[in-house]
């Protein structure tokens, strides 16, 4: 399985990004596919997270900002950042989970996101 993510740069305060994350290889029986972030120096936390059945979870801290969907395919899923907060700035890594414990969890490569105030 490999995992890549793309989308990430330079916004204003504000402003909107879209991450996208592809997912190639095994991915009949993706459980969830989800976004979480990472401040050097932090612990990584989960932004925004969707399950097989388009379900969707959001930390706390990006309801009403970001959006997490998927492609018809589901083999791409995006996060749509709007709002964005200079607090926003880090590392976003997408997450491909296949529900069988570590050996079916895999991680992008991650792509920064900086927000300017």
């Known amino acids: 399985v490999q995992v890549v993510e793309s989308g990430g740069g330079l916004a204003q305060a504000g402003g909107t990004l879209r991450l996208s994350c592809v997912v190639s290889?095994?991915?009949?029986?993706?459980?969830?596919m989800g976004w979480y972030r990472q401040v050097p120096g932090q612990q990584h936390e989960l932004v925004a997270s969707?399950?097989?059945?388009?379900?969707?979870n959001y930390a706390d801290f990006v309801k009403g900002r970001f959006t997490i969907s998927r492609d018809n395919t589901k083999t791409t899923v995006y996060l749509q950042m709007d709002s964005l907060k200079p607090e926003d700035t880090a590392v976003y890594y997408c997450?491909?989970?296949?529900?069988?414990?570590?050996?079916?969890?895999?991680w992008g490569q991650g792509t920064l996101v900086t927000v300017s105030s």
């Open positions: 997450n491909v989970d296949h529900g069988i414990g570590p050996l079916g969890n895999y």
């Open positions: 290889g095994s991915t009949f029986s993706i459980k969830s």
């Open positions: 969707i399950l097989s059945n388009n379900t969707a």
